[in-house]
T-cell receptor, first 112, second 114 residues
Framework: KNQVEQSPQSLIILEGKNCTLQ??????????LRWYKQDTGRGPVSLTI?????NTKSNGRYTATLDADTKQSSLHITASQLSDSASYIC???????????FGDGTTLTVKP | DGGITQSPKYLFRKEGQNVTLSCEQN?????MYWYRQDPGQGLRLIYY???????QKGDIAEGYSVSREKKESFPLTVTSAQKNPTAFYLC?????????????FGPGTRLTVL
């Protein structure tokens, strides 16, 4: 069964600090991995997409990494801001399934 | 202003009533999706459509129905057969419905059954 597991479930950091969110998956065969940011009560917004051949991709202060051998991805947030407070969702797609498997998300709270 | 709109933002329903959630997109996307999100859980696929007049069941289709009569519209009906309908409902669209296509989400509708 295709699964996506994210850790930690929740995280609290101080403004200006860095943090790293983890995503482990068992989806096979792998097509791509996306990170989404979801503000409370809003729809998710895509941050990055990574395919098998990519091992790092940046979007401003967000940097995603992918290790296709160990089936792990991370999302690193640099110099956090209050507006980074949100849920971050890892989504992995498989060619066979034709659809995507969503992780439960990590809730990040940035405090002043 | 392009994007996906969902209405209403909040919806209250009495037990035993059917209710329809609206989803409209002006991105000219072929594929549209409905997801359900419960607190602390990942999104679960209810239905998806890759072309007008065609749609497929997702992982949790029981108690829901959809139609796709127009490319830009994909309404979801939550029927009285859905045992636990209180949730946050998200509509999304993508260009062709391929796994490589990014899904763009609407702002969501929060349904509460009283």
């Amino acid at each position: 069964k295709n699964q996506v597991e994210q850790s930690p479930q929740s995280l609290i950091i101080l403004e200006g600090k860095n943090c790293t969110l983890q995503c482990n998956y068992t989806v096979s065969p792998f097509s791509n991995l996306r990170w989404y940011k979801q503000d409370t009560g809003r729809g998710p917004v895509s941050l990055t997409i990574m395919t098998f051949s990519e091992n790092t991709k940046s979007n401003g202060r967000y940097t995603a990494t992918l290790d296709a051998d160990t089936k792990q991805s991370s999302l690193h947030i640099t110099a956090s801001q209050l507006s980074d407070s949100a849920s971050y969702i890892c989504v992995v797609s498989s060619f066979n399934a034709g659809k995507s498997t969503f992780g439960d998300g990590t809730t990040l709270t940035v405090k002043p | 202003d392009g994007g996906i709109t969902q209405s209403p933002k909040y919806l209250f329903r009495k037990e035993g009533q059917n209710v329809t959630l609206s989803c409209e997109q002006n991105l000219n996307h072929d594929a549209m999706y409905w997801y359900r999100q419960d607190p602390g859980q990942g999104l679960r696929l209810i239905y998806y459509s890759q072309i007008v007049n065609d749609f497929q069941k997702g992982d949790i289709a029981e108690g829901y129905s959809v139609s796709r009569e127009k490319k830009e519209s994909f309404p979801l009906t939550v029927t009285s057969a859905q045992k636990n309908p209180t949730a946050f409902y998200l509509c999304a669209s993508s260009q062709r419905g391929r796994v490589a296509d990014t899904q763009y989400f609407g702002p969501g509708t929060r349904l509460t059954v009283l």
